[in-house]
Each structure stands twice: as structure tokens, then as C-alpha cells.
């Protein structure tokens, strides 16, 4: 018998899964990144990027889309 899988979704994400759902390219995460548009956090060597972080990010494009 299979069991649901109930697993949360994950609370940091790759550059690669950011560029993916803002639809752009690495280099443009990285640029997010690099300006300070876009928080992230370094764990050993891999850049992530919170959840929350990115929620933030597009909640401001939304505030200066409506200005």
C-alpha cells in the first residue's frame, strides 16, 4: 500500500529553481544576488535561496509595478 507523501516543500531553493520560476537565467539570479535584490545564503559551497526570500523579492517588483 503507498502512502501519501506529505513532504513540505523545501524552504531553500537552487539558483537553477528561482531562475526557473522568475523565468529568467542563472546570470540573472546571480545579479539578484550579487546587487542585493535577492537574499540568499551560502551553505559550504552551494548558494540557496530562502522561500521567504523570494516571496519578498517579488512582492517589491509588485509594489514598484504599481507605483
Known amino acids: 500500500m503507498d502512502l501519501p507523501d506529505h513532504r513540505a516543500p523545501p524552504l531553500l ?3 537553477d ?8 537565467s542563472r546570470w ?3 545579479n539578484l544576488i550579487r546587487s ?3 537574499a540568499s ?5 552551494s548558494r540557496r535561496i530562502s522561500q ?3 516571496h519578498e523579492y517579488l ?4 509594489e514598484e ?3
Open 13 to 15: 531553493l537552487t539558483v
Open 17 to 24: 529553481q528561482v531562475a526557473a520560476r522568475l523565468q529568467v
Open 28 to 30: 540573472t539570479v546571480y
Open 36 to 38: 542585493r535584490e535577492l
Open 41 to 45: 545564503v551560502t551553505i559550504g559551497r
Open 52 to 54: 521567504a526570500a523570494l
Open 59 to 62: 512582492a517589491r517588483l509588485s
Open 65 to 67: 509595478g504599481s507605483a
